[in-house]
């Protein structure tokens, strides 16, 4: 049984793999012959291929780490990681709130895709939750998930107040929601 889940796995990682490449190659050639909504669509389906692949990565590096340690380490890196995102969302708002009109609009727009980010970054942690034996990882885990939604909730306040309108943020505060992350009051 392990084996043929381990060619299974194998197959689907492959697949990922060459999905990636074909995308890759496929949309550099439509950017080089100037079809880019075909380029963005292609550079699209290979990012998803890439974070398909990250999100394999880290739960293969969660089951295979010789000691909690490590799994620790992995967790505080990828914590960083989104308290990057989370500080970016303050910046590029701080940033929308000087400029009027479209170059308001291009900040917002900048803001939500490093929400959407950090979003896809949430949903490598929470399946985590469930595969990690160790409490106090857990723990962490959970520690960090709730710090990221408390501060898409203050993203979402935030843009209320200053009479700002983000359909993404609040997509993605529904979403957090509705894994069952709850921010801090």
Request: charged share 25%.
């Amino acid at each position: 049984m392990g084996r043929a889940m381990s060619m299974i796995e194998h197959d689907s990682t492959k697949a990922i793999l060459e999905r990636f490449k074909k995308a890759t190659s496929e949309a550099d050639e439509c950017f080089y012959t100037q079809k880019y909504q075909q380029a963005m669509a292609l550079f699209f389906d290979a990012s998803q291929s890439a974070d398909e692949m990250f999100g394999k990565f880290v739960s293969l590096l969660m089951k295979t780490a010789p000691s909690n340690a490590y799994r620790v380490l992995l967790i505080e890196i990828l914590s960083w990681r989104l308290r990057y995102y989370t500080t970016q969302y303050d910046y590029h708002l701080a940033v929308a709130q000087t400029l009027k009109g479209l170059p308001r609009e291009e900040w917002l727009a900048r803001l939500e895709t490093i929400l959407i980010l950090s979003q896809s970054l949430v949903d490598k942690l929470i399946p985590l939750l469930k595969e990690v034996v160790d409490v106090s990882i857990r723990a962490r885990i959970n520690d960090v998930l709730i710090d990221w939604v408390t501060g898409v909730n203050d993203l979402v306040v935030k843009l209320k107040t200053w009479g700002l309108s983000s359909a993404e943020s609040a997509r993605v505060l529904e979403w957090a929601l509705d894994n069952g992350l709850r921010p801090n009051k």
